[in-house]
């Protein structure tokens, strides 16, 4: 008999650890998730595998992180000849975006409101994204230039980190984060911003004025 095919098995292990002004240190959150991809990861991975079937179509459609709809492949479209890459670590060019997004650094962005169905999306929940915060640029490991190791039947790591800041005096609830990435057109130097994972946080997440928050996520891969 025959096993049916599973495209789960990926998992993201969040760390969440808040750091006060007097650098006292507290964890939040550690939990494992499960394949918390966004609609834009799946559409971006299935036109990535067809998209000479997609121009007759329009292109392939992807919202950003703005709600907008991009198309993908499309002659004439923005994205006509998409890079074939996610970039969330020194992305060039992204403040050429600062007239357009609140946030222009991509990584995890943090809202005020959770993830809720129908929305395995980022861009619906725009207007609720949390601007007022200090993003800062993510650091991955293994460093670029070295690749995690890849056993076959076993399972391979990496892990993204990111530094986020509330320099007002407010205390701000978080409620979920999105990670978001850049993505490029080839010829054309500006790039747009687009979701590709989820988390919710249970139970949700104060920032009291100065505290500096630490996201450390780790993604497993069955190999």
């Known amino acids: 008999m025959s096993m049916p095919l599973t495209l789960s098995g ?13 650098g006292k240190k507290v964890e939040v959150l550690d939990a494992v998730y499960r394949d918390p991809f966004t609609q834009n990861y799946v559409i971006f991975l ?50 050429l975006l600062s007239g357009t997004y609140v946030i222009t650094v991509p990584g995890f962005w943090l809202y005020s409101t959770p993830f809720n169905s129908p929305y395995n999306r980022a861009g619906a929940l725009y207007s609720y994204v949390i601007s007022s915060l200090d993003y800062y640029t993510p650091t991955i490991s293994p460093q670029p230039g070295y690749l995690p190791s890849m056993p076959y039947g076993g399972t391979t790591t990496f892990t993204i980190t990111q530094q986020i800041v509330n320099p007002t005096s407010n205390t701000i609830t978080v ?8 993505m490029y057109n080839a010829g054309n130097p500006s790039p747009d911003l687009f979701d590709i994972a989820y988390f919710n946080f249970s139970p949700a997440i104060s920032l009291s004025p100065g505290v500096t928050m630490f996201i450390t996520a780790t993604f497993s891969i069955p190999t």
């Open 175 to 182: 409620y979920s984060a999105a990670l978001v990435v850049a």
């Open 46 to 95: 299935d036109g990535l595998l067809s998209w000479p079937a997609w121009t007759s179509h329009g292109g392939v459609p992807m919202v950003d992180a703005q709600n907008v709809t991009r198309y993908f492949w499309s002659p004439g479209a923005l994205f006509v000849s998409p890079l074939a890459s996610l970039c969330v670590v020194n992305c060039p060019n992204t403040d």
């Open 10 to 22: 990926m998992t993201v292990r969040l760390k969440v650890i808040l750091v006060s002004p007097d």
